[in-house]
């Protein structure tokens, strides 16, 4: 549809307040300020995101700089919730690559954003933290038999060109017990903080939330704050989506993680690609920005349900830590540290790693889906919410509408 835009003022405000987020072409308008300019006229679509963990919310946000959206994130639990079937909250977090060469867009936009962040918007509970990553030979060779490929581990890897001051370790600042190391400078986050202001800034762009539990994915078609049916649904359920009936990926399954929380303050971050003993068990060690406590860790327990914290396995962690980093607890060993509480996680692990596409619902609706991110959920936020906009981009009105 062509809209000829006349040079009377009152005509003119008419035609483009019907047009929600629009542009046009100024040679419609001869002899005014808008002459010689091309815009795009850019319809609004109406989305509903569903699941409000980092993923969602970090969609939600992205997707909201178009004005012309409608967005509703609806989530049967929200920032401030403590549940077992809610991840985001029990993540470290922070931003130490996993995926290979071929699949590390998500990971090297998202530093972008987070490095930015951390620079520029303290209120986001993100501070840089130097990073040390120790190695053992045994691991990269049992690496080579998973599923999942983890890159963190790699000799010679792809995130040195992200990470300016990345440098291979001398042999005699390797933690005892491991082969090589390295160390970078990148961010812990204090997620207690950086979900509420995700929330915020998706409130600033006029995101409604909204609680709700679904049974099928085609329920989020009534749950529009608009009371409009959606043409878009952001499928951002996480481990969710082994039960949500529409979707019912037989291929997730949760990676069960098991940390200490402590008052102990310790820099740098420590991350090793395996222990001696315990087969799930790995060690991390990071100090949360603002306050947020010191994060012992861990477990990657592939297909274990369990929610209740094994006090073997606390016991196992906070022994090998102060083992590794005895100044954690000023030498004390484990009776020095100050412990706030032990948690479990369920990790959404995918057998082949990430969903990010589109899927007809019907001939109202598409559905796109990001989810799978098995542990890596933060560091790829951005850049898989920019693979959403883009999804949206092509699927949705915008792509659909003609001048």
Known sequence: MAYKLMRQPLLYSL???????????????????????????????????????VSGLTSAYLLSKNKGNKITVVGKHMPGDYDIEYA???????????????????????????????????????????????????DAEAAKNQTFPDALFMEE???????????EQNPDEVTRGYDSGCEFTSVCINTAIYLPWLVGQCLKN?????????????????????????????????????????????????ARGQI???????????ITSGVEDGGADVMYLMQRAAGGGTILGGTYDIGNWESQPDPNIA?????????????????????????IRHAVGLRPWRRDGLRLEEEKLDDETWIVHNYGHSGWGYQGSYGCAEGVVEIVDKVGKAAKSKL
């Not at 629009?22 to 005014?32: H, L, Q, V």
């Not at 890897?157 to 440098?167: G, S």
Request: glycine share 8%; charged share 25%.
């Open 88 to 138: 985001s909250p029990f993540a470290g977090a922070n931003v130490c690559p996993m995926a290979t060469r071929e699949s590390s867009r998500w990971e090297r936009r998202t530093w972008v954003e987070f490095k930015k962040l951390c620079e520029q918007v303290p209120e986001a509970g993100i501070h840089f933290q130097k990073c040390h990553i120790q190695r053992r030979k045994k």
């Open 260 to 270: 200490v929380l402590v008052r102990n303050e310790s820099t740098p971050m420590l």
């Open 157 to 167: 890897p792809w995130y040195k060109e992200i990470f300016e001051d990345f440098r």
């Open 206 to 254: 006029g995101v409604v939330f909204k609680r709700g539990i679904l049974t099928d994915i085609s329920d989020a078609k009534k749950l529009s704050h608009t009371g409009n049916v959606p043409n878009i649904i952001v499928n951002a359920t996480g481990l969710g989506s082994l039960e949500l009936g529409g979707v019912k990926d037989e291929t997730m399954a949760p």
């Open 315 to 339: 016991q196992r962690i906070m022994q090998r830590i102060v083992e590794a980093r005895p100044e954690v607890a000023d030498g004390k060993g484990v009776k020095g540290l100050s412990v």
């Open 15 to 53: 035609v483009l307040s019907s047009i929600e987020y629009f542009s046009i072409s100024r040679r419609f308008i001869p002899n005014t300020q808008l002459s010689n300019k091309t815009w795009h006229i850019k319809m609004a679509n109406t989305i509903v995101v569903v699941g409000a963990g």
